[in-house]
C-alpha cells in the first residue's frame, strides 16, 4: 500500500455491526450485521444487542478486510464509534478495537458518533465521484436518538445550532407506529403507508420551539388521544385509517424539520445544505428538501442509502480526517453513552 492511509472502522453504537476499510478517503468495503431480534419486542433490547455484537464482529471485520484486500498489517490506524450509544453496544466495539491496536500495535481514533454521520458526505468510492458540501454548511442530522441542526464550519468545528429537547424524529416515527400496530422500525413502514394516504385527512400539530429546536412528543401524545377517540366509534378506526394517519404524522415531523432548517439557513446565509442520519432514508422528507432546496436556491447534498444507517464507512471516513491532521493521540478510551459533538 506505500504511503497510503489505511483505516479500519468499527461501528457498533446500537444495533448494527458495522466494519469498513477507507484508503484515502475511497471506501473499499462497508459491511454491516443487523439484528432481527429486536422485532419482537417492538424496540432494542441493549442486554440483546450486545450479545449479538460480540456474535457479529469478528466475522464482519474479516469480510470487511477481505473485501477491501487488505491485510492486518497494512492498517494505518483503527477507528471506534467511542459514542454516543448504548453503553453495552459501545463497549463491543471498544473492547475490540483496543484488543486488536494493542496486538498490531497500531494508533486508536476515538470517533463521536453523530458527528461521523455528518462526515459520511465525504465519502467516496471507486466507480464514480461524488460531489461534496463546502464550509460553512448546514446539515440536519435525523435519527433514532438524535435530531439536530448543525452549523458544520469544518470537519472537527461543529456548532449545535438547536436540536430536540425531548423525542428525536426517528423516536417519535417509531413510537407512533407502536401506537398504530405496526411493525419495528416503525420509520420505514410509515414512510410506505404514506404514500397510499391523505395527509391532510387528520392533521397533527408539533410543538412550535424557540430558536432552532424541536419537540416532538407532544405529537406522539396527540396521535394516541386521536386513536383512541377514533376507535371508540369505530373499533377498526386504525385499519381503516393507517394509511392516512402515516401521511399526517409524517407531513407534521417534515414540515416542522424544515421549516426550522430554511430558517437557519436564512440567517446564517448559507447554500450549501445537508442531510443525515438514519431517517434521512426517509422518501418524503428527501423529496421535500429537494424541493424546498429549488425554491430556496441551495445546493442539497442527501446521502445514499447506505450511508443514511450506521455504518463503518462514516466512522471511517472520520477517522481518516482525523489521522491526517494527527488529531488522536493513539490511545484507546472508554466508550460514553452521552457524547457531545
Not at 441542526?149 to 429537547?165: A, C, Q
Not at 418524503?284 to 436556491?297: A, H, M, P
Request: with cysteine; net charge neutral; glycine share 10%.
Amino acid at each position: 500500500m506505500g504511503e497510503q492511509v489505511v483505516i479500519l472502522g468499527i461501528e457498533s453504537s446500537c444495533d448494527d455491526t458495522s466494519a469498513a476499510v477507507i484508503v484515502d478517503g475511497v471506501e473499499m468495503s462497508n459491511v454491516v450485521a443487523g439484528q432481527k431480534v429486536h422485532e419482537a419486542y417492538g424496540g432494542v433490547v441493549p442486554e440483546l444487542a450486545s450479545r449479538a455484537h460480540q456474535k457479529h464482529i469478528i466475522p464482519v471485520v474479516d469480510q470487511a478486510l477481505n473485501q477491501a484486500g487488505v491485510e492486518l498489517s497494512q492498517l494505518s490506524a483503527i477507528g471506534y464509534t467511542r459514542g454516543p450509544g448504548l453503553m453495552g453496544s459501545l463497549l463491543v466495539g471498544g473492547s475490540f478495537t483496543n484488543g486488536l491496536s494493542l496486538a498490531l500495535k497500531k494508533p486508536v481514533i476515538e470517533v463521536n458518533h453523530m458527528r461521523a454521520h455528518i462526515l459520511a458526505h465525504f465519502i467516496q468510492n471507486l466507480e464514480k465521484s461524488r460531489q461534496t458540501p463546502e464550509f460553512p454548511f448546514l446539515c440536519l442530522t435525523v435519527s433514532g436518538g438524535h435530531t439536530q441542526i448543525v452549523l458544520v464550519k469544518d470537519y472537527f468545528e461543529m456548532e449545535v445550532l438547536g436540536e430536540t429537547k425531548d423525542d428525536a424524529a426517528g423516536e417519535a416515527f417509531d413510537k407512533v407506529a407502536k401506537l398504530m400496530g405496526l411493525p419495528y422500525p416503525g420509520g420505514p413502514v410509515i414512510d410506505q403507508l404514506a404514500k397510499e394516504g391523505d395527509p391532510d385527512k387528520f392533521r397533527f400539530p408539533v410543538a412550535d420551539m424557540p430558536d432552532f429546536e424541536f419537540s416532538f412528543s407532544g405529537l406522539k401524545t396527540n396521535v394516541l388521544y386521536k386513536l383512541q377517540k377514533g376507535s371508540q366509534s369505530d373499533p377498526d378506526f386504525v385499519a381503516k385509517n393507517k394509511a392516512h394517519i402515516a401521511a399526517g404524522v409524517q407531513k407534521a415531523i417534515i414540515k416542522a424539520l424544515l421549516q426550522k432548517l430554511e430558517r437557519a439557513a436564512k440567517k446564517h446565509g448559507i447554500k450549501d445544505i445537508a442531510l443525515a442520519g438514519g431517517v434521512s432514508a426517509n422518501s418524503e422528507l428527501r423529496e421535500s428538501l429537494t424541493e424546498l432546496g429549488k425554491k430556496n436556491n441551495w445546493n442539497t447534498f442527501i446521502p445514499p442509502f447506505a450511508y443514511c444507517t450506521d455504518n463503518a464507512a462514516m466512522i471511517g471516513i472520520t477517522a481518516y480526517y482525523s489521522f491526517l491532521e494527527k488529531n488522536y493521540d493513539g490511545q484507546y478510551r472508554p466508550p460514553k453513552a452521552r457524547m457531545k459533538m
